[in-house]
Nanobody
Framework: VQLVESGGGLVQAGNSLRLSCAASGSTFSINAMGWYRQAPGKQRELVALISSGGGSTYYADSVKGRFTISRDNARNTMYLQMNSLKPEDTAVYYC?????????WGQGTQVTVSS
């Protein structure tokens, strides 16, 4: 499975961004999908998860109510709608999928929120 993120960029605090993660390859085996982020000097942290059918989601407390994770299985794409962005949301955002016994990661997309 190959993953390519897009949609990152530089925005002012309070604005929105939508990240996309396009999957290719053995997409039939994909189960759960998720987003992580890593800020400079910090450990990678879980942002949000979504189940295979999209019916179950999980959010980190820091993004709950501001971020929305979704997926379009027909397009093999996952999204992260990020609203009311804060400077502390600045990080490299990575998408990840569980496919069979393995997990796969994208290369990351930079999100920078200015105050």
């Amino acid at each position: 499975v190959q993953l390519v993120e897009s949609g990152g960029g530089l925005v002012q605090a309070g604005n929105s961004l939508r990240l996309s993660c396009a999957a290719s390859g053995s997409t039939f085996s994909i189960n759960a999908m998720g987003w992580y982020r890593q800020a400079p000097g910090k450990q990678r942290e879980l942002v949000a998860l979504i189940s295979s059918g999209g019916g179950s989601t999980y959010y980190a407390d820091s993004v709950k109510g501001r971020f929305t994770i979704s997926r379009d299985n027909a397009r093999n794409t996952m999204y992260l709608q990020m609203n009311s962005l804060k400077p502390e949301d600045t990080a490299v955002y990575y998408c990840t999928v569980v496919a069979g016994p393995h997990d796969y990661w994208g290369q990351g997309t930079q999100v920078t929120v200015s105050s």
